[in-house]
């Protein structure tokens, strides 16, 4: 919370007072890259990340929802999705087999922005919200953001792209034509973290599709063997490689943004929201529980961050307590973040605390799927070896020991009788599976 610094009233002739000083407090900035896990980054060029990851922290084992609403869910509410006051297990769209719209409730629990907001802290949110559907424009403020910016939800209507799109300013939509979007979110973030807002929230559509060649002074030029400039030519180009010059192109814009948030002393975290849609893993990507689809990176620099490598256990819903911790905000766990664990102590390179994740994904939205027996509930809870995947209606468990097995590949509950660290792993696991 900002706190006014004293001041004297100087006089003289023109007895003018002194403006106060606002004494600078802890500012945080939050940002998602849409459907970016670790094969994506690793084969894209990113120097902005790759400059943050050599002089800030930068974690490897970030747990997410395997879609996107559902992580952002996660975070936003610091609990999991199929919390009862949450229940938002799968991708939210504007409809759903006829139901009545869905948005994330914003009570009993008390989402991020509103929490910020009741401690007396500025927020702002940009960009993608995807937890209401178009209709509910106000949703952002509903939930606590005090400024929202942005396209409600992805660019999936034949006439958005990434030129041409709703943009909700103000709780109203109207079409924004001619601005890249990547570069409009960007422009929006910056004007906040000038204005000095405590607590900002950015949602990168990019590399989402429409798949596109985005701005040629985006990207790095390319000279062909004749060293004449290559071209893009998006008809030519396969989707993964369109996504691999957007998300090139949203580090560009990125490096724009942690320049002006470093110099103003954030707290800046950039992250994937799930593995990637254009996945290089053999098996599993966006929409699955494989490691793939569900354990993304992060890059984390700003005041009092140790720089390194850092393996520590974390969960999408940790965001909450980690952001009430740094900005000194005192929780009540019942309400403001349940299932969160504060990471702050890992950013000055202290252990992580927590021993497990747990990641979900079900059929239904606003419905309990502990009451709903019939429907598809996929879960999966992981410790740093091993992990267990359950899919209830399928009546399918799955033991994989990630030290030896990354890929997931072998099944150990096929191979019967487990023994020595796999067995007491199953029995863990399985406890912890039952009691969520």
């Known amino acids: 919370m900002h706190r006014l610094l004293p001041f004297l009233i100087v006089l003289s002739a023109t007895a003018t007072p002194q403006v106060p000083i606002v004494e600078p407090g802890p500012k945080v900035l939050l940002v998602d890259l849409d459907d970016v896990g670790h094969s994506l980054v690793e084969a894209a060029r990113t120097p902005t990340l790759d400059a943050m990851r050599e002089r800030g922290r930068y974690y490897t084992t970030l747990v997410t929802a395997p879609t996107c609403s559902p992580s952002r869910a996660m975070l936003q509410a610091g609990a999991r999705c199929s919390h009862p006051d949450v229940l938002l297990g799968r991708v939210l769209r504007n409809k759903y087999k006829g139901k009545q719209a869905y948005a994330l409730p914003t009570e009993p ?120 400039a290559v071209a893009f030519d998006a008809e030519k180009l396969s989707d993964e490689e369109l996504t691999l010059l957007m998300l090139e192109a949203c580090d560009h814009e990125l490096g724009r943004l942690v320049k002006v948030a470093e110099s103003a002393g954030y707290t800046v975290f950039v992250f994937g929201d799930n593995g990637g849609q254009n996945s290089r893993e053999a098996k599993g990507g966006k929409g699955t529980l494989y490691e793939s689809g569900v354990t993304v990176p992060m890059w984390v620099v700003g005041p009092d961050v140790v720089p390194g490598v850092d393996d520590s256990l974390l969960s999408m819903v940790d965001f909450y307590a980690t952001v009430a911790e740094l900005l000194d905000i005192e929780r009540d766990p019942r309400t403001q973040g349940p299932h969160s664990v504060s990471f702050a ?49 399928g009546r399918y468990k799955a033991l994989f020991d990630l030290e030896a097995d990354p890929n997931e590949e072998v099944n150990l509950l096929e191979n019967l009788p487990l023994s020595g660290d796999a067995l007491f792993a199953n029995r863990e696991l399985d406890a912890l599976l039952m009691q969520l």
């Open 109 to 228: 629990l008390m989402p991020l922005g509103a929490f910020a907001v009741a401690a007396g802290l500025s927020t702002a949110k940009i960009g993608k919200w995807h937890l209401s559907q178009s209709i509910a424009p106000t949703h952002p403020n509903d939930c606590g953001w005090q400024t929202y910016s942005g396209a409600i939800a992805n660019l999936i209507v034949k006439s958005d792209s990434y030129h041409s799109y709703p943009k909700v300013v103000k709780g109203k939509e109207s079409r924004l034509e001619g601005s890249y979007i990547t570069t409009d979110e960007t422009n929006d973030t910056i004007a906040a973290l000038e204005q000095g807002v405590d607590l900002v929230s950015l949602s990168y559509h990019a590399p989402h599709k429409p798949w596109h060649v985005p701005p040629a002074e985006l990207l790095e030029p390319r000279v062909g063997a004749d060293g004449e």
């Open 345 to 393: 102590p890992t950013l000055r390179g202290e252990p992580g605390k927590r021993t497990h994740a747990y990641t979900e994904i079900f059929d239904v939205l606003g419905e309990d799927p502990r009451l709903r027996t019939t429907i598809q509930w996929r879960r999966a809870v992981r410790g740093k070896r091993f992990k267990l995947f359950h899919n209830r209606g």
